[in-house]
């Protein structure tokens, strides 16, 4: 059993009292104060995370545009230079090898962001499918990375920032990121976030990220910032409906299944998976990714049976109590007859069907 590993900012959590979990393979904290406590931050004021377990692999030479068209889903050819998208790495059954945020950082230069859990596997997938004339490097143990989320992030981060040429971070488009000095050192910040709320992504070197991380959390404590953890990362991004890999997303799933249609070239096409996608839509799909409230008590967890007319019909991805809408909600696949909005079917806890209603997703307005 492999040992399981720490990021730079392990003692930093538990100094501030964080109870600590394995995720992925690290050692994480899932809460600080209270998952309610701190999900209300990143909605209201503003939360930072540390997510240095996810990886960062990059991609350079002659033909890095061309691998990467190649590997991703989504259009590359098109990106700026200091400009982000989603995207996914597919196999060529048209399954998901896991789903990624691609940087520009030059003309023939870029990072993906991946999952935890799928560094390695990413990295073996990707040198796998490289055009001649490319490379890549992977700098996960090597990068840290703080996500601040919520309405006073923008704030918090210009005051710490020394522009220089550059725009406050502010001023950033979405999915947009520039180059930062800070007092802890340099930066790379990203208008962008896994929770719903407005936010940013901060990439610096792993050993400085201590620096920042107390840094943000002194000059924010009187603005509301608080530290985050897992359990609040989790009901964020599921009350916007965003897809988690091992959840939503994994090798068999067809990203048009899980309604990710939009971050896929289809007409272009060109990319590892792209026949097979074209190919199981033309069989019809059997099945697709809803949202779902439930109506009575109860809290519907991952595999727990979706029902319709006293039989299982499908299975719960995710699902949690909702802190800002007060209710019962989740992620799952159903057949694409029992997919439309108001749909009632039931889920399966404990051996007691619960009534729920399928919804349109993002499930909070806010998100």
Excluded at 116 to 124: C, F, G, H, V, Y
Excluded at 183 to 199: E, K
Aim: glycine share 10%; charged share 25%.
């Amino acid at each position: 059993m492999s040992e399981t590993r720490r990021t730079p900012l392990y003692a930093r959590h538990v100094e501030l009292g964080a109870r600590m979990v394995d995720f992925a393979g690290f050692a994480m904290p899932v809460q600080y104060d209270s998952i309610k406590n701190e999900h209300r931050a990143v909605r209201e004021t503003a939360g930072l995370f540390d997510v240095s377990h996810m990886g960062q692999i990059h991609l350079s030479g002659k033909t890095a545009l061309e691998s990467a068209q190649r590997l991703l889903t989504c259009r590359v050819d098109t990106l700026e230079v200091g400009q982000v998208r989603y995207g996914l790495l597919c196999n060529s059954d048209g399954g998901c090898v896991d789903d990624v945020t691609v940087y520009r950082e030059g003309p023939s230069e870029f990072m993906l962001c991946v999952n935890a859990s799928n560094i390695e596997k990413d990295r073996d997938w990707i040198r796998d499918g490289l055009v001649p004339g490319s490379e890549i490097r992977d700098r996960s143990s090597e990068t840290g990375l703080l996500a601040i989320q919520g309405p006073k992030s923008a704030e918090l981060l210009d005051r710490l920032c020394h522009a220089g040429e550059e725009p406050n971070p502010s001023a950033l488009g979405r999915f947009r990121f520039s180059a930062y000095t800070t007092q802890a050192g340099p930066v790379l910040i990203s208008r962008t976030g896994y929770t719903g709320s407005d936010g940013f992504e901060i990439y610096l070197p792993a050993e400085v990220s201590r620096a920042l991380f107390d840094l943000l959390l002194e000059t924010g404590q009187a603005d509301g910032l608080v530290p985050a953890g897992l359990g609040a990362r989790d009901t964020l991004r599921l009350e916007a409906a965003l897809p988690l890999y091992g959840h939503e997303l994994d090798d068999t799933t067809s990203p048009l299944e899980a309604g990710l249609a939009r971050f896929v070239k289809r007409k272009q096409g060109g990319f590892i998976g792209h026949e097979a996608i074209e190919a199981r839509e033309k069989q019809g799909r059997s099945r697709q990714l809803v949202g779902f409230e439930l109506l009575e008590r109860g809290i519907a967890r991952a595999d727990y049976p979706i029902v319709s007319g006293g039989r299982q019909v499908g299975r719960v991805t995710s699902g949690a109590p909702s802190p800002s809408l007060g209710t019962s909600i989740g992620l799952g696949y159903v057949p694409p007859e029992n997919a439309a909005p108001g749909t009632e079917l039931a889920i399966e806890i404990r051996k007691k069907n619960v009534k729920a209603r399928i919804v349109t997703t993002p499930f909070s307005k806010n998100s």
